[in-house]
């Protein structure tokens, strides 16, 4: 009996394969939907980094905003010695060269007035103002005495409202010094001031110069502070002084004549010696006035012409002397000059009105406009550089001003920058210190610099090894051997690289340090040694050959390689004593003049080369195994031999991915963070040579960014460095992916 066996209708079968040709043509749409999605989601999120970082950077280089917030009459009796403001903007004040303190408040303009206590039947002859974060002032008496006072805002909380109350405060306890023992007249009077020692300078009886310095120390019984007078003459003096300063750590006096200033030495009152004669002659333009910038390291000079010079002490053969650094060229006469009192900003006035902010390190022009301020006679900042004080006239004016990141220019990050102090115009990172007057030096070319420079020595170690070991790998190794060597190779990608930074430092950067000669033997020794095992093997009769199957050939090199990296180590201290007189870190320092840091170039080279071998190796092995074989048989077929084909064809088909292969590995070396961090020493140095150590965009911001205060120009410069690592990178992969679309197109062919 037949069995009878139902075949689906034909209608039936048809309907079946449109049904499973609508589900595979369904999956296509939503695999090319979600490939897109994530392609353009990839985009996006890059675009948006991209703009979060512009976000974050873009207040360092906005300009200054000044605004003016309030104006009071002011009596025009007497000079004005200083004017500012309390920490809070609530009062400002006014002081005139008799001593008498105008206190406004600005919220109901009203006003207070103190004065200092000058004793009857004396004169005021003279006065002078201190540093401005001291904001203290003398009164230089017709009887030898001097005047001392300060200002002085209380801050108390009555009904829970601040109340900022004003006085005047004597820092030695009394108000009156006496400073000239035969009572002269203290004309043209300049000081300085601490809690230990008090210099005042003078023109005394006969026009002639004098400095009297008092020297405290407490009682230990009444634990009071006993002053020691000491008054000398000065030598050499110009007969007519203009302006005189006197540095607060009270080691230089100057006196400007001129377009001349005597700078003298008056560390040592008993040896006082005139340092230097800075000669400010200009072309058609006469000195209006002299001031100490903040920190009193910078002397700046003010024009009639409008331009400020700035000058400051540069060792030279002749010891440290004052020397032109730069000049800011502004818009008329100046009329007042006003330093902050912690930073390198000021401020001027010309005599139309004009008010400029610059700040000399990074030679910016943060702000200039013109105000009601017509014929200036004085101008201050309050103590948070957050508003600005001027007197213009019979006005007194307060000016809110917004100078967040005065110190960040172009010229300051990527150009070199002569800094106070230093010999000459250097590019320096050093972005914190421990004292408060320092200036943060902001400069990224040292850490750009160090960038492609770790990435440069790892490459240079890392891509002819991953190369030549996957050309090996991939062309002439065994399947079997191959497929242990490369996930071998690969599975050390999953290494963390913190692990490898670990063992740099402190193990490998040791190592290369006691055993320098011995790694330089071995560079030299392993090329060699490998060519002639190979050359040895291809000589040897079959039958020793035979004893070792062609499969595993390539582990004959395993023992070599070993015995030649130890024997290299074991005669590295003979070495070393045979030809570096047993001290190659001396010989290098010394002879070669070299500088030596253990944790250097060399170690960060080989250890960053380990963590992008296995990126290159794989992306390059991958890339020439996967070359179709009839190319290679073809050209073998034709009387080509192994190397030719590989040389000429195979190589050549696989150029793209090699190139990107190298490629991804730069990328990952330029953005190395850990083992830079671990294994450089962190010197934020410009120097080529292998035996120094760098400082990484990366490792900077893996180091400076917790420490950072979040708003500061610290915190959005290393935002900016952030942004400048991430122009390298898609720079790096657009050239890579640029280069490697045409090695396609021209090799396609094959």
């Not at 000398?232 to 230089?252: F, G, K, S, Y």
């Not at 101008?379 to 957050?386: A, E, I, T, V």
């Amino acid at each position: 009996m037949e069995s009878q066996v139902s075949k689906p209708a034909p209608e039936s079968h048809d309907f079946l394969m449109e049904k499973r040709g609508n589900r595979r043509a369904l999956k296509d749409q939503l695999a090319r939907a979600g490939v897109t999605i994530g392609g353009i989601m990839v985009f996006v999120a890059l675009l948006l980094i991209f703009f979060y970082l512009l976000y974050v950077i873009k207040p360092v280089f906005d300009a200054a905003k000044v605004i003016p917030l309030s104006s009071v009459p002011v009596a025009t009796d007497g000079k004005t010695l200083m004017v500012g403001a309390d920490e809070q903007n609530e009062l400002i004040y006014r002081v005139n060269e008799q001593g008498q303190v105008d206190f406004f408040r600005v919220a109901d303009s009203s006003k207070k007035v103190l004065s200092l206590p000058v004793p009857e039947g004396t004169k005021v002859v003279s006065s002078a103002a201190s540093v401005p974060n001291q904001q203290l002032f003398a009164l230089g008496l017709d009887n030898g005495q001097a005047l001392l006072a300060g200002i002085d805002f209380s801050v108390s909380y009555p009904n829970n409202q601040r109340l900022i109350t004003p006085g005047i405060r004597y820092p030695m306890g009394q108000p009156l010094v006496t400073v000239d023992d035969h009572g002269s007249p203290l004309q043209q009077l300049v000081f300085a001031y601490n809690s230990d020692k008090i210099s005042f300078a003078y023109r005394g009886k006969d026009q002639h110069w004098f400095l009297t310095r008092l020297d405290g120390e407490q009682n230990m019984l009444t634990e009071e502070v006993e002053w020691q007078r000491h008054t000398v003459a000065l030598p050499n003096t110009p007969p007519v002084v203009e302006h005189q300063l006197l540095t607060p750590d009270q080691r230089q006096l100057m006196l400007q004549s001129g377009n001349k200033v005597f700078i003298y030495n008056i560390n040592d009152v008993d040896g006082i010696s005139l340092l230097q004669v800075l000669d400010l002659e200009r072309a058609k333009a006469k000195v209006s006035n002299i001031s100490l910038l903040a920190g009193a390291s910078s002397l700046l000079v003010s024009y009639n012409s409008g331009v400020v010079a700035q000058y400051f002490q540069v060792a030279g053969e002749h010891g440290r002397l004052y020397q032109y650094i730069r000049e800011f060229k502004g818009l008329g006469n100046i009329g007042a000059l006003a330093s902050e009192y912690y930073r390198k900003s000021f401020a001027t006035v010309s005599e139309d009105g004009r008010l400029e902010l610059l700040y000399t390190t990074s030679e910016r022009e943060l702000f200039s406009k013109k105000f009601d301020l017509a014929n200036p006679v004085a101008m201050g900042f309050s103590p948070r550089s957050n508003a600005l004080v001027v007197q213009a006239g019979d006005k007194l004016q307060l000016f809110s001003v917004s100078n967040e990141h005065p110190e960040v220019s172009w010229s300051a990050l990527w150009n070199k920058v002569w800094y106070e102090g230093y010999p000459d115009p250097q590019y320096v990172w050093q972005s914190t210190s421990g004292s408060d007057d320092f200036e943060a030096k902001l400069s990224l070319m040292p850490l750009a610099f160090g960038t492609l420079k770790a990435a440069f020595y790892a490459m240079i170690f890392a891509v002819p090894l991953a190369i030549a070991g996957a050309i090996y790998t991939a062309y002439f190794m065994s399947a079997k051997v191959r497929s242990l060597v490369k996930p071998t190779i690969e599975i050390m990608e999953a290494l963390p690289t913190v692990i490898l930074g670990f063992l740099a430092g402190l193990w490998l950067a040791p190592l290369i340090e006691d055993h320098l000669p011995g790694l330089l033997l071995l560079l030299l020794l392993l090329p060699v040694t490998i060519l002639l095992t190979a050359f040895a093997w291809s000589k040897l009769p079959v039958r020793i050959k035979a004893l070792l199957p062609e499969t595993y050939q390539e582990l004959l090199l395993i023992p070599v390689i070993c015995f030649f990296g130890w024997f290299s180590f074991a005669i590295s201290p003979t070495i070393e004593l045979w030809l570096f007189h047993g001290d190659t870190r001396q010989f290098i320092t010394n002879t070669l003049g070299m500088s030596f840091d253990q944790r250097n170039a060399l170690v960060v080279g080989i250890a960053m080369g380990f963590a992008v071998i296995p990126t290159i190796f794989s992306i390059a092995e991958d890339a020439i195994f996967s070359v179709p074989r009839h190319l290679s048989n073809g050209s073998l077929a034709l009387g080509a031999t192994r190397w030719q084909t590989l040389t000429r064809v195979v190589l050549l088909t696989a150029s793209p991915g090699i190139f990107s292969a190298v490629m991804m590995g730069l990328g990952r070396a330029v953005g190395e963070t850990m083992i830079v961090l671990m294994a450089t020493g962190n010197t934020a140095i410009m120097d080529w040579s292998i035996f120094q150590g760098m400082r990484t965009l990366a490792a900077n911001i893996a180091v400076e960014m917790p420490e950072s205060a979040i708003g500061s120009s610290h915190y959005r410069v290393l935002f900016l460095a952030a942004f400048v690592l991430f122009i390298f990178t898609f720079f790096f992969n657009t050239i890579a992916e640029v280069v490697r679309q045409r090695l396609r197109e021209r090799y396609s062919s094959l």
